[in-house]
């Protein structure tokens, strides 16, 4: 099986930044796309920004220019720098993986517990 252990979260004024962590471990054979995702309260998950195992990025228009991500493949860990935080950016923050792993190469998507960001006015 594989885990995916976030870190980072927390509370911080407007305007401010944080940086998560998502560790992967366990029996993981090649780690392809890695993503950040997000949840508020009332409202739908969505994707924050993903990014491929080559190292190619996207991101939801409205984090543009203010968040980050990037992955270190042989620590099997992506991260989220988040600048210029804003209250709307108050949510729970997932991170996902797309695996192969185990000896039968099995194809997963796995999530992490999520982590959340606080972020005040």
């Known amino acids: 099986q594989v885990q995916l252990v976030e870190s980072g979260g927390g509370l911080v004024q407007a305007g401010g930044s944080l940086r998560l962590s998502c560790a992967a471990s366990?029996?993981?054979?090649?780690?392809?796309?890695m993503g950040w995702y997000r949840q508020a309260p009332g409202k739908q998950r969505e994707l924050v920004a993903g990014?491929?195992?080559?190292?190619?990025?996207n991101y939801v228009d409205s984090v543009k220019g203010r968040f980050t991500i990037s992955r270190d493949n042989a620590k099997n860990t992506v991260y989220l720098q988040m600048n210029s935080l804003k209250p709307e950016d108050t949510a729970v923050y997932y991170c996902?993986?797309?695996?192969?792993?185990?000896?039968?190469?099995?194809?997963?998507?796995?999530w992490g517990q999520g982590t959340q960001v606080t972020v005040s006015s």
């Open positions: 366990g029996r993981i054979v090649s780690i392809n796309a």
């Open positions: 996902n993986a797309d695996v192969i792993s185990g000896s039968w190469w099995s194809h997963n998507v796995f």
């Open positions: 990014i491929s195992s080559g190292g190619s990025t």
